[in-house]
């Protein structure tokens, strides 16, 4: 997927410049009113949005243009820490009105499921049409996922709009392929392990770590390394004296992160000139639930050359998938641990790929 | 000159290999006697009895192969030969063995996994022949652990990119039961025990079978199904002198080990048949238990495909039921609800899952707190100070330290 050209703006966003609640609401009421919009000379984005009025092309019904709306004051209270549409005025005029393309259809959907989490989750799992693997989110911060380019989804997003005037968004992005709606199901699988790297850039000396951190571990005849756990995030580092730190046990590439930062900062402040250098992703661990039985039997028997199955050494079934390049362990019960992958698509790919094939083995 | 050869005629070791007319002959240069002649191979000095030498030793094949390969090749065949395998077996684990010796890997491995490297190539050609056996018996006989076992076997299916078949269950049944001393009477087995192998054989295949069908076999080792199914049978045979026996007294009588999941697999496969008596009109009023429904056997065996249609229903199609309606409302559906959904009968049909599915779940799988880390946050200098050790605490862990290793270092009075 081709990062889009609104990628860098990101940081700035998280400085609101608008602030939220009773002035947003005030702010949604005019802009809802296009002539009011022109009026008040204090919204710095009428300008924007004057020529096309306040959503421009995605209003449904030009007669009714609260429909669009009226879960908008709704969303913009619950979702704390995310932003409205307003924030979005210092940005280009295609970029504002992509994203609210998007605010649109998160805030039509998120009414019609379970609005317990605003995670990323929630996002992704409800219209069940590929949404989720494509948004392609890092982080799980809202914020953040509103901008995160998407091309695809906006694609797939505006055909389920009864609109026919999305073209112009159309027109801009791209067509990435994308995997059918059939394939893919409710099921999101769940990250659960990261292991990654850094290079602190200094020689380190482990006993002098061992000595004066009270989190560590050291016995070099054993294993030639500190083991330093942290309690957040819940990780775990083993810290080598050439400087390098393997850290495992974050559940999300940000927790990695700021973990591995963390550790580096702990060997800072013992006096060493670490600096955070080559922080790199190895290895990410997902699992999920398909909900069915599966007969464990007749999937070796379809697909030998990848699978793997020693019930008399391990209760579940490997199957070592070549792209991508990630292991699935899959047990009788229907739960799938995904292992191997460097990156979270990788995971989302494996796991569409799996589901398909354990479909067929479904009974009934 | 060819050593330790001396002249039969003028005892001279001054011998010389010539040729005549392209035959190699050993010709003594003093009184020119021919010593040795027409040979065409000469790799041992006994040669001269014209002995004969058989071709491994001859053709110096043996030469390029390295010792340690030679031993392992050697314990290949004695391991088949105790197994008592066909000799068409011997050559195809001979052949993985060297196929796997050429891998450097495999060559500069230690002693140990070379031995176990040993079983796993009889093991997959006796997988790949439908011979039933387990991997426990071969590491028994190399006296090897299993998980150093299961290593080296994973890694040499990849190397050699194998296709390894399952474990046949029909053909262990049949090999296993056949080991039992059962079939005949002697001290150790009085009459009432003994039984004909046959009959045995078939009904525990039809348990086995029925095990299988009803998820008790999936993702389990094979082999405590086997036992338990094997005394299911062989109790029902003749239930009246037989349902005092345990299964462990049985094992002692039919001189195998009991397996240690055997006895709930033995709970499991009861229960199974217990829920097909259920369907079975003359047994319902009998309100049988755990013990009673093994005079029964035969007839649920007799009816098994119906019965298990009708005692089970298609679990499945139920999980995906409850699934939707677990994503629909967001809350677990419980399985009362379904069991009343049923009507009259107080025992609805149970759903067909693998008893994992079934039992409750031990931990509440509670949703993840939703986190909005960036990665780049502040790292406050509190926080990373928690994690050091303040000097006071440094002394005073060195001392302690110093303490531990004076009290470990102290000799022992005289």
């Known amino acids: 997927m081709p990062p889009g050209p609104w990628a860098a703006p990101t940081s700035t966003l998280t400085q609101r410049p608008w602030p939220m609640d ?35 092309a995605y209003i449904p019904n030009p007669s009714n243009p609260g429909t669009a709306f009226n879960s908008y004051p709704v969303e913009a209270k619950e979702k704390s820490g995310s932003l409205s549409p307003v924030d979005l005025s210092f940005l280009t005029d295609e970029l504002t009105q992509e994203n609210k393309d998007q605010n649109v259809i998160r805030s039509k959907h998120e009414p019609e499921e379970n609005p317990k989490t605003q995670s990323q989750q929630s996002q992704l799992s409800p219209s069940g049409q590929g949404v989720g693997p494509s948004l392609n989110c890092s982080g799980s911060s809202n914020s953040q996922s509103h901008l995160h380019p998407d ?13 026919s005037n999305s073209l112009p968004l159309a027109s801009i992005t791209p067509m990435t ?39 560590t571990e050291y016995n070099p005849q054993r294993f030639s390394a500190v083991i330093m756990r942290i309690r957040e995030p819940r990780t775990t580092a083993l810290i080598f004296s050439s400087g390098k730190i393997v850290c495992t046990g974050a559940k999300s590439e940000e927790q990695s992160r700021l973990a591995a ?45 990848f699978c793997s199955y020693e019930p008399e050494l391990f209760p579940g079934l490997i199957y070592r998938m070549v792209k991508p390049r990630v292991v699935v362990l899959i047990f009788v019960s229907g739960k799938v641990v995904l292992a191997g992958a460097k990156k979270r698509s990788e995971i989302y790919e494996a796991f569409e790929n799996i589901y398909s094939i354990l479909k067929v083995f479904k009974k009934g | 000159m060819p050593g330790g050869g001396r002249c039969p005629d003028c005892d001279s070791t001054e011998l010389v290999e010539d040729s005549h007319y392209s035959q190699s002959q050993l010709v003594c240069s003093d009184c020119g006697c021919v010593v040795t002649e027409g040979v065409l191979t000469t790799t041992f000095s006994d040669e001269g009895n014209l002995r004969e030498v058989t071709y491994s030793r001859s053709t110096g094949e043996n030469e390029q192969v390295s010792r340690s390969q030679q031993r392992g090749l050697r314990r290949v065949r ?80 990849k190397l050699l990119g194998l296709d390894v078949p399952s474990l046949c269950l029909a053909e262990l049944v049949k090999t296993y039961c056949s080991s039992f001393k059962l079939f005949q009477a002697s001290p150790s087995v009085p009459a009432k025990y003994v039984e004909e192998k046959e009959k045995l054989l078939s009904r525990t295949l039809q348990l086995v079978e029925l095990a299988d069908e009803t998820w008790l076999v999936t993702g389990r080792h094979p082999l405590p199904v086997i036992t338990a199914a094997s005394f299911l049978a062989w109790q029902s045979l003749q239930p009246s002198h037989r349902l005092r026996c345990s299964l462990a007294q049985f094992c002692k009588l039919a001189n195998i080990d009991l397996p240690h999941p055997a006895s709930s697999r033995l709970q499991e496969l009861l229960g199974v048949l217990l829920r097909m008596a259920e369907q079975l009109a003359w047994l319902q009023v009998l309100k049988l238990d755990k013990r009673s429904v093994v005079k029964y056997i035969g007839d649920l065996l007799q009816h098994r495909h119906t019965l298990v249609r009708t005692a089970f229903r298609d679990g499945t199609a139920e999980m995906e039921t409850q699934e939707k309606e677990r994503q629909g409302q967001g809350e677990e559906v419980e399985n009362s609800s379904l069991g009343l959904s049923q009507g009259k009968r107080p025992a609805s049909p149970a759903l067909l899952l693998p008893p994992c599915m079934l039992k409750p779940p031990k931990r509440i799988c509670s949703t993840p707190a939703i986190s909005t880390v960036t990665g780049d946050e502040n790292i406050s200098d509190s926080e990373i100070e928690q994690y050091l050790r303040t000097p006071q605490e440094v002394r005073d862990f060195q001392r302690a330290q110093a303490a531990g290793q004076a009290a470990t270092s102290v000799p022992n009075p005289p």
């Open chain 1, 22 to 56: 009773e002035e947003t609401y005030m702010d949604l009421d005019l802009y809802l009113d296009p002539w009011a919009a022109q009026d008040h000379p204090a919204l710095p984005w009428s300008s924007v949005f004057s020529p096309v009025g306040p959503y421009g």
């Open chain 1, 151 to 163: 091309d695809a989804n906006a694609v797939q997003c505006s055909p389920e709009k009864p609109i």
């Open chain 1, 177 to 215: 392929p994308m995997t059918p709606v059939s394939e893919c199901c409710g099921i999101v699988p769940e990250l659960q392990n990261i292991v990654c790297t850094i290079n602190l850039a200094c020689k380190l000396d482990l006993r002098e770590i061992a000595l004066r951190a009270k989190n």
């Open chain 1, 261 to 305: 930062r963390k550790f580096a900062r702990v060997v800072q402040k013992l006096g060493f000139p670490a600096r955070f250098l080559d922080f790199k992703i190895h290895n990410m661990v997902g699992s999920c639930d398909v909900g069915f039985p599966i007969r464990l039997e007749g999937l070796v028997l379809a697909h030998q050359q």
């Open chain 2, 78 to 157: 004695d391991i088949c030969r105790v197994l008592q395998l066909p000799s068409t077996f011997e050559d195809t684990a001979v052949a993985y063995y060297q196929q796997a010796y050429r891998h450097s890997g495999m060559r500069a491995a230690r002693l140990q996994k070379k031995e176990v490297l040993v079983g796993c190539c009889v093991l997959i050609t006796c997988r790949q022949h439908n011979w039933p056996l387990t991997m426990g018996t071969i590491c028994t006989l190399l006296y090897a652990d299993l998980d150093v076992f299961s290593g080296t076997y994973m890694q040499i299916v």
